[in-house]
């Protein structure tokens, strides 16, 4: 990388920022908003092409690993058919019919280059999705679904697209090898996932250090997915099973490390998709000058069929696989048909079809048609099916009220079981001192007990949406809005200390930090 390529990156990243911070204060898709910007500015600013390496080998691996870290496994679990359907079956369902439409359309495109675009375009980024689908509160169940559609669904369609590809530059394609192939590579990437998985989770047992172990943790996602590649396995697989492992793992870490993981992976998600989502839209120029040969309303009309039957095609494989599992299985419950459609409808696609086009080799016959059929339907995918995911969720009133009532109950009923045992813990604590407790042990005891009965009353409080009767505050609210109020008082006194230097900045930075710990639990 030069120094022009080194600059134009960091303009990108600078202006990728601000304008997912406007989306933010606005309440806007971020991922959406970028791509449409990235379209404005593409044809006034210079080419930045888009390196597959850089994608794959740069962002893919931390994405997927925050992403399978934030998941959880026993909800995976829970959902293991649809997610297999969708990842596997749907993908090469995708690839098939992309690659007949393709070719029916371009008959001077080989067969294999058109099965080659059906991969590229088959396997759909939830990003935006499960970040409308949060918002709007979509159901805990739909949401894994997709989650783990988007973790799995990259093994298949790299491995079909390595296939088609081989087929397309001459390479001898036997249907036994690629099936053992994406058997091996499979099989391989969840080896060495757990084998990694293994070797970091003993690491982490015997270190203490918080900031020593999230180190490490930025650096495991690129060591799964080069491990796995090396041993052309799947990388992908490889880094989603490490981060399901050690997310299932984290409550064996300290409080430390997991407070600082949370921060750490929100910003690198919030940096990485910010830049991935701007570069997409900033592909138009290049992207268009490839095919200039052909009219406009020759080209919209390509981009349009296999934009249709991309969606079509998930529409079509959804309901059955929703529903035809089931009547199979007696007293399984089906779902409702709203949430098939929205499950159908979130198929929008990201950087890893665009990045797996870019790399397409240059000797491939019809390779810019290819990159400019994968560019409309992952742009198509993004603006009209992710524009309208939101009215679509509304208007089909699907919604997480009652899931969301249910874990609140849980909750409360959690903390109850851990204030009962913690008030055994302090009475077997008090029990092994000598003599009675003088007067002030018994302000500490008094002190620990109320605290521990404030976050119990808390959680019952949010069953009631955080008011008492009449309207009125509850004690734990009142109680926070004082104490933040007194939080705020008492910093302005440590910063005007720091400005009369009475109070040296170093102390100032450990007393706001035991400020913003308390502030932090306030907030939860």
């Known amino acids: 990388m030069n120094a022009t390529t080194g600059l134009q990156l960091l303009l990108v990243a600078g202006g990728a920022v601000a304008v997912a911070a406007v ?42 690993y925050s992403a399978a870290l934030d998941s959880s496994y026993l909800r995976l679990r829970d959902v293991w058919r649809p997610v297999a359907l969708l990842s596997v079956g749907l993908v090469l369902v995708t690839t098939a019919a992309v690659g007949m439409a393709v070719h029916l359309l371009l008959p001077e495109l080989p067969l294999a280059a058109a099965f080659a675009l059906g991969a590229i375009v088959a396997p759909p980024d939830a990003v ?37 590809i081989g087929a397309a530059t001459g390479a001898t394609v036997d249907l036994a090898m690629a099936a053992g192939e994406f058997v091996y590579a499979t099989v391989a990437g969840v080896g060495i996932g757990l084998a990694l998985a293994l070797a970091f989770a003993w690491v982490f047992r015997h270190t203490r250090d918080s900031l020593v172990e999230n180190t490490l943790m930025l650096l495991i996602p690129f060591a799964a997915y080069l491990a796995a590649e090396s041993a052309h396995a799947s990388g992908v697989i490889s880094v989603v099973i490490v981060g399901l492992y050690l997310g299932n793992q984290m409550h064996l870490r300290g409080f430390g490390s997991r407070l600082v993981s949370a921060s750490v992976w929100k910003v690198t998600d919030f940096f990485l998709e910010t830049i991935v989502f701007a570069l997409i839209g900033l592909q138009l120029v290049t992207v268009v000058r490839g095919v200039n040969a052909y009219g406009a309303i020759e080209l919209a009309l390509y981009a349009g069929a296999v934009f249709l039957v991309t969606v079509l095609v998930r529409f079509a494989w959804m309901f059955p696989a929703a529903y035809v599992p089931r009547l199979l299985r007696r007293g399984d419950d089906r779902p409702a048909p709203a949430q098939v459609v929205i499950v159908s409808w979130a ?46 969720i509304r208007r089909l009133r699907v919604s997480s009220e009652e899931e969301r009532y249910q874990d609140l109950l849980a909750e409360a009923s959690a903390q109850q079981a851990a204030l009962t045992a913690g008030l055994e813990a302090l009475d077997r604590a008090m029990e092994t001192e000598d003599g009675e407790p003088d007067e002030i042990q018994k302000q500490v005891i008094d002190q620990l007990k109320e605290k521990s009965w ?16 009449g309207g009125a505050e509850t004690p ?23 400005d009369e230097r009475s109070l040296d900045d170093e102390v100032l930075r450990e007393v706001m930090a035991q400020l913003d710990f308390e502030e932090a639990i306030l907030e939860r």
Request: no cysteine.
């Open 23 to 64: 989306a933010r204060r606005r309440g806007w898709p971020a991922p959406l908003l970028l791509v449409a910007a990235g379209l404005i500015v593409s044809p006034v600013v210079p080419a930045i092409p888009l390196d597959p390496e850089l994608v794959l080998f740069v962002f893919l691996p931390p994405l997927l």
């Open 347 to 392: 198929g929008m696609r990201g950087v890893v079809s665009l990045a797996a086009a870019f790399s397409i080799p240059d000797d491939v016959p019809g390779r810019p048609m290819l990159l400019f059929l994968t560019f409309t339907t992952v742009i198509g995918t993004l603006l009209v099916q992710g524009l309208s995911f939101p009215a679509l």
């Open 454 to 469: 404030r976050r119990s009353l808390t959680a019952w409080e949010r069953l009631g949406g955080g008011t008492a009767q």
């Open 476 to 498: 734990s609210a009142l109680y926070r809005r004082l104490r933040r109020d007194m939080l705020r008082a008492e910093r302005e006194v440590f910063v005007r200390l720091r």
């Open 128 to 164: 935006a999705a499960v970040a409308v689908g949060r918002r709007l509160g979509l159901p805990r169940r739909t949401l894994t679904i997709l989650i783990g559609e988007s973790l799995f669904n990259d093994a298949t369609a790299l491995t079909a697209y390595r296939v088609a």
